[in-house]
Structure formats: C-alpha cells, structure tokens
C-alpha cells in the first residue's frame, strides 16, 4: 500500500440544528480503493463537500500532498487533483462526448473552438483508460454506463490525484459495473487514489481495499476488507445506542381488516413488481437505503405518477388510480417528503391549505363558505397544536414542522382513511418530531391507517407494527416489529449478489 | 424562524400599499399632465371622453389578469379581439346577420379561442407563450382570410343598427364605464370568493402540490383561458363601439398594453398572485398616460416605448420583491 496522500483530521461541521460532522478523521493513500460507508446521513457526503471546498468546515485540518489546504471550491479542488465523479451524471446530452469531457476549458484556435483537438484528445485518454467510446458521439446516445465512463474519463482528464464516486453504481447494470471495476484497478495501478461510496455490500468486497464506516456525523472505524466480513460492517454501521425505545410488538390485532392491497405494481425501474398490503390501523414502515424505490412506489400508487401496471384494492374493492384525483377519492392521502414543492402552497393561507383537497365540502352556493373554512382550520390548529398566529398567516411563515401539520390537517380534513407519509420528520427539529409521532399513533388509534416511508432506522423502528424493506426497486423483504432489528433491516436494504 | 413583521396600519392593510400607491401615481400624474397642457386635460367630459376609447382594453386586462394568475400569458388577446371585431363586423354588413347575433358572435369568437388557448396549454402542456403567439397568428390570418383583408366598419351612431354604440355612452351617461365596473366586481369575485378563482390562484402558485390534493388542475388552467377569451370577446364590443373601423393584421399593440395594466396593479408575472382592483387602476393609469402622450404632442409610437418601459419596470419591481423575501 502507498503512502498517504490524503488526511483529514477532526473536522466539524454543523448547519443550524444539526452537527453533520463530528471530528471525523479520514486517510486515503496512493493507489488504493477506500470505501467510505454509512446509513443515510451519517455525514458521508457532506464530507466530502467539505473536502472539494463546496462547504466550509468549522474545525479540523485538511493534509494534501503534506500541505495543509483548503478549498475554497470544486474548481480549487480539481486543479489541485481532487474531483467528484458524481452519482447523478452531469452531462449535457445534446453535445458530443469530448466537447462535455472538455466543456470550460475548450481548445481554441483564434476564437473559435477546435472540436478535432479535442476528439483527439477525448480519443487519447480514452484509449489510455482502454475504454471503447467514439469522442465525437452525441452523448445522450450512450447508454449510462458509457456516460459514467465518461464522468471517470472527465476526472482523470484533470490529472486528478485523489478520484471520490459517489455512489457510481446506482445507475449502472452488472456488466457496466465490471467495466467500471477494470478501469479502477487500471487507476489504482497509476497510484491514483480513491474513495468509494457505495451501499452495494457486494462490491465493496471485490474493488476496495479498506472501509472507513461513518454514523451519525461521526467516524466509527476502519477496517480491512479482506479481513472482514459484511456483518462486522453493518455493525459498525447501525451500532448507535437508541434514545427511544423502539417498539417491542405491534398493538394491530393480526386479523385487523386489509384497507389496502397492492399486487405486482410495476412503475419503471424503481418499482418492480412490489406487493404488500395495509391492515387497518397500523403504521406499516418502508425502510431503505436512499433511492430503494419507497417514494416511487408511493406515487405510483397515490397516481401522481404513471404506472405500468399492477392492481390496487381498497377496502376489498379494486380501484382503478391513474391520477391523484382518483386516489383521494378513495381516501388516500400522500404526504410528500417535498413538502414545499409538493405538499403546500406556501403562498396561501393556512385555512386555504387546509381546505385544498375538499373544497367542495366548504361551498355556499358558488361561493366559498370563509366562515365554515375558518372553523375547521381552527379546529385543526387547536387538535394538531400548530404553532400559527391565526388561519389566515400564510403557510410560508410557519416552521418546517408546523408546515407539515398542515399538510395532515389538510388531508383530516378531507377524512382520508390511508395516509401515506413519506419522510413525515425530515427537516422537523426534534421536539417538533415527537409531536408528529404523538400525531400518528393517535391517527391509527382513531382507526386511520399509514405508510410511513422513513429513512431512518429509529424512527423505523419506533413507529412501524410492521416493516416492508425495499431495495433497488424490489421489495426485498417484511417483518413483524417483533422480529425486526436494524442488522436484519440493513441486510436486507443492501444487495448481495446470490 | 421568525418572520419579521412591518405594523401596518389598518386602512392600509385592507386596501393594499400597492394599491394606495397606484392611487397617487394617478392623481399626480392627472395633475401633471394637466398643468403641462395649461389646463386642456382637466374636465369630467374630458375624463369620460378619454375612457369610452380604452374600456375595451380595461376587458383585456381583466381577461389576461386570470391566465397570469394561473402563472401563464396570453400574447393573443389584441388580435384576438380584433378577430372577433372583424369576423363578427364583416358577416353583419356582407351577409345581413343581426346586430345581437353578431354582438353574440364576437363573444363566442373570444370563447372559442380561449378554450383553444387553455386546451393546449392545460392538456397538452404546450407552454403559454407558444400558444398564444401561434394563436395570435391564427386569429390574425383567420380574421384576414375572412374578411379578404378589407377593413370592416361597424354602423354607425345614426343608423338603426347603432345602438350598439350606447354601450359605450348613452346621451352622455357612461354606460361603458358603468359596465366596466360591474364587470370587474364580478371578475373580483370570481377571483377571491369562488372555487373557481381559488384554484386558479392555488395552481398558479404551486401547481404539483393542488394537483397532488386531488384536484384536477388541468380543468381549472383551462377555465383561467375560458374566461380571459370570454372577456376578449367583450373587449370587442367596445372596441367596435369606440372606433367603429376594424382593420385586419393588426391588433398585438393592444397585449403589451393590456399586461402592462394588469402587472402594474401588482398581479404576479410567476402566477398565485393577482388583483383585480389592482388591474383596474393599473390599466386606467395606462390608459391616461397615453392620453396625456398625445395631449402633450407627442406621436403614438412614443406610446408604445413608453408603455414597453413600464411592463419592464413593473415586472422587475415584482421579481426584486420577490428576491427580498426569499
């Protein structure tokens, strides 16, 4: 193994609320293949947005090449050697594949841009990379393992020292996977270093060569990875102490009607072929690792999104869902992770927001009934303690947490009997977030039913009376609250080649 | 997070600081124009004299208030108008249809594009600006071809099909004002007191999140254009009754000056945001500043500079608004 390349030592950072980084350490040497491994939001990549100088730590030192630096951004970064491969790919697809290898720093000749030279040039590092890519192609016509070859390419281009991918095999099939994998050992071989985040299990075993495991802000440890196993890195990875008690057996009877089915739904490559179903007054939690598919599967099922196929039943009746009308009419309501993109209209009042789904129930004549308008959105601010002046502030004014009550009050209101949370506390501060788990148990006690997509595994296991687990699009597996731990629910979130 | 909140005095709150600035922007510019031409420009009679020849811009400002509150725009009206003027006029004379039939006519011309307009928008998600500029084409090649680009004058006062004309001035009580009025009260409460305006404002504001409620936006969108084509279709009757002579291939003066009213009164180019009242004083401040253009000497083509500079500034004012309260 080479020498060091790379160290950060102690480095802190936290945004108002939250300590995302908590004097974590991390070493990368030449020429080798680092994982760096955590659940959602353990701090992987704000760290390595502190690194590339996209945000500013408040502590801690960072070593490069033995001087000490700091980046001010992504473009101090590259041309010191560190760049990004990202796991979305940000490419324009309408320009060929050297002009987005070279875009920002064309080659000219007088003021106009030398396209031959930069084919060549495409075609040189290509051929130093063995990758078979035509330089002058258009690149949304390649398929997205070539275009993440062309993101590597890209970061090589810069004479990069230090290589992070950041999730690179999202998007990828097996054989483009392999593909990618020859061109990091050729990396590794050039004693560039790298660092690998990944939640695929399985590769980490075959292209790293240590893991460093992260949790909740903080760094846990480093390992070997020939010397461990996949169960020591979830350990490390899930082994917090939990605040709450998480719950211990579900309160549903097991005979509790099913209020809603879902058989074999198919939207596309994030939802395939997911079936479960939803009794009668429980929480039934979606757990998973950040793009499983849980919020796909949400709105294909709330109809806000198109559905290849699949069958839904509500109340043993088949319902035919092909837009969001449809699905409140049948008493669902889905409470958007997005809640200022997708579940309020910030621009409008409280009471306007609370009415926005049964408008028709609040008409006098052809014209809106203010004053009934007016009492149940105070009844509502009163049952759900939001913290508002009055009905008539506007919804932007209000904090995060209260916000979402009044996405809850809004669907209340129009009495939907299946609610669908998706992330129902992200953003919410922590007192704030009990008041929101208050609220839902005494939903389900009132006999309301809820999907809660969450990724967190506390809240996961505090809420749900059962757990369905999704990964990559596939339900991966369900389990009574009696038997889930998180080792079991993380083995499940993450992939393993059979 | 705490929201810093100005104290606002009462009378202010209810009728709006926008408002109460149009207000005095009105009167002084009333004032100066009127000390600038010696006098001329002052006088009830000079006042109503002025406004029978802009009411019909007053219905398109109006009409295009509720396609930007949905967030859209409408760069067709003024050649709609003007379609409907000419198609309506020109089978009244060549083919002997009836007055109200044709006065009818006019009204559905505006309706039929409207639902054109809102159709493609709504439904087939081709972007307003698109639309209306193509629609705006169609109006004026329809209008054309039908007419065979000859200009068509409506009757006039003295005939007996020139009653028409009373919509607009009556043995001097104005009636087109009165109309106006009442016509924009009902706008006022179509927007604020009915389902109707609820949700075009709603979606204008935050369309993913209404039609995640369940609510069926693409038949609201389309309505904000049904009822902006119903209210060009209006325009029209006081344009024939103001100018009587209607010429094919023109008419796109009219959208600038039309949006200009509506934004000035502080409706939102990024939709969820608008005003009626607003609208009205917006379009009169309009409307009199090109009067006073031309009391003062100057030519029509100072207008339109004029009227151009004023959408921009309006416009920018609402987005630096904007900018300071994200």
């Known amino acids: 193994m080479g020498d060091i390349i790379l160290t950060m030592k102690g480095i802190d950072k936290s945004f108002p609320g939250v300590h995302a980084l908590d004097h974590v350490d991390l070493e990368v040497r030449k020429g080798e293949v680092l994982a760096l491994m955590g659940e959602n939001g353990a701090g992987k990549s704000t760290l390595m947005k502190v690194l590339t100088g996209i945000y500013k730590k408040d502590s801690g030192t960072i070593t490069y090449e033995g001087k000490e630096i700091e980046f001010k951004n992504t473009r101090e970064a590259q041309d010191a050697g560190i760049v990004i491969v990202h796991q979305e790919l940000n490419m324009l697809g309408h320009l060929t594949v050297a002009q987005n290898l070279f875009i920002g720093r064309e080659f000219k000749k007088g003021i106009r841009i030398d396209d031959r030279k930069m084919n060549e040039e495409a075609k040189k590092l290509f051929d130093r990379l063995n990758v078979d890519i035509d330089p002058t192609e258009t690149m949304s016509h390649l398929t997205v393992g070539k275009q993440q070859m062309c993101e590597i390419a890209k970061a090589v281009s810069f004479d990069a020292k230090v290589i992070i991918f950041d999730e690179p095999s999202a998007a990828l099939t097996e054989s483009e996977i392999e593909e990618m994998f020859k061109i990091i050992r050729d990396l590794k071989k050039k004693d560039i270093a790298m660092v690998y985040i990944s939640h695929r299990m399985d590769e980490i075993k075959v292209i790293t060569d240590r893991v460093t495991v992260m949790r909740d802000g903080a760094y846990v440890g480093t390992l070997i990875t020939e010397e461990c196993t996949k169960e020591d890195i979830i350990n490390m990875m899930v082994g917090r102490v939990i605040y709450e008690e998480p719950k211990t057996e579900s309160a549903v009877p097991k005979d509790a009607p099913v209020v809603l089915k879902v058989e074999h739904l198919n939207a596309g490559r994030m939802v395939q072929d997911v079936s479960f179903e939803l009794r009668k007054g429980e929480i039934l939690g979606f757990s998973g690792l950040m793009g499983a598919g849980r919020t796909e599967t949400a709105r294909a099922l709330f109809g806000a999104d198109p559905k290849e196929s699949g069958d839904i039943y509500v109340n043993g009746k088949k319902v035919t869902i092909n837009n969001p009308q449809d699905a409140v009419n049948c008493g669902i309501g889905y409470l958007s992770e997005d809640r200022k993109r997708y579940g309020i209209v910030v621009q409008k009042t409280v009471a306007e927001n609370t009415t926005m789904a049964s408008m028709q129930d609040f008409m006098n004549g052809i014209f809106i009934d203010k004053k009934k308008e007016t009492e149940i959105a105070d009844k509502y601010v009163e049952a759900l303690a939001t913290k508002t002046p009055g009905v008539d502030q506007l919804v932007v004014n209000l904090s995060g947490g209260n916000q979402q009550k009044v996405v809850i009050a809004k669907w209340l209101t129009r009495n939907s009997d299946i609610l669908i949370f998706d992330e129902p506390t992200r953003g919410i501060d922590v007192g704030a977030k009990n008041e929101i788990y208050k609220l839902m148990n005494k939903l389900v006690e009132e006999g309301k039913s809820i999907i809660m997509i969450s990724s967190e595994m506390t809240e996961i296991l505090r809420m749900s009376d059962r757990i369905v687990v999704m990964c990559e699009g596939k339900k991966t597996g369900e389990l009574d609250i009696s038997e889930a731990k998180q080792e079991t629910i993380m083995n499940l979130a993450t992939r393993e080649i059979e | ?326």
């Open chain 2, 1 to 326: 997070m705490k929201v810093e909140k100005i104290k606002q005095n009462a009378f202010v709150k209810k009728v709006g600081f926008n408002r109460i600035v149009l207000i005095f922007v009105l009167i002084l510019m009333y004032l100066a124009f009127g000390a600038l031409t010696g006098g001329s420009f002052f006088g009830v009679s000079r006042i109503t004299n002025t406004l029978n020849y802009v009411y019909f811009l007053g219905f398109l400002s109006l009409g295009v208030t509720f396609v930007i509150a949905t967030g859209g725009i409408d760069f067709s009206i003024g050649p709609v108008m003007y379609c409907c003027a000419l198609v309506s006029g020109y089978s009244l004379i060549t083919y002997g249809v009836p007055m109200t039939a044709s006065l009818i006519m006019s009204v559905l011309i505006g309706v039929v594009f409207g639902v054109f307009n809102g159709y493609l928008v709504a439904y087939w998600k081709v972007p307003p600006f698109i639309v209306s500029m193509a629609s705006m084409n169609i109006a004026k090649g329809i209008a054309a071809v039908f007419t065979k680009t000859q200009s068509v004058s409506w009757p006039q006062s003295s005939t007996a099909d020139g009653w028409y004309r009373n919509f607009v001035s009556m043995n001097g009580i104005p009636v087109g004002l009165i109309i106006f009025l009442a016509v924009s009260v009902i706008c006022a409460v179509v927007l604020n007191k009915t389902k109707w305006g609820r949700y075009i404002l709603c979606l204008g504001s935050n369309e993913e999140a209404v039609r995640l409620s369940g609510v069926n936006v693409k038949k609201w969108k389309m309505l904000a254009y049904i009822i902006c084509g119903t209210l060009v279709g209006i325009a029209s009757i006081f344009f024939v009754a103001a100018y009587t002579t209607v010429q094919p291939g023109y008419g796109d003066q009219y959208n600038n000056e039309a949006i200009a009213g509506c934004v000035m009164g502080g409706t939102s180019m990024v939709g969820g945001l608008a005003s009626i009242s607003g609208t009205v004083i917006g379009v009169i401040i309009i409307s009199l500043l090109q009067q006073g253009i031309l009391a003062l000497g100057f030519t029509k083509e100072y207008q339109y500079i004029i009227t151009g500079l004023i959408v921009i500034a309006a416009v920018y004012a609402d987005v630096s608004a904007r900018r300071r309260k994200n």
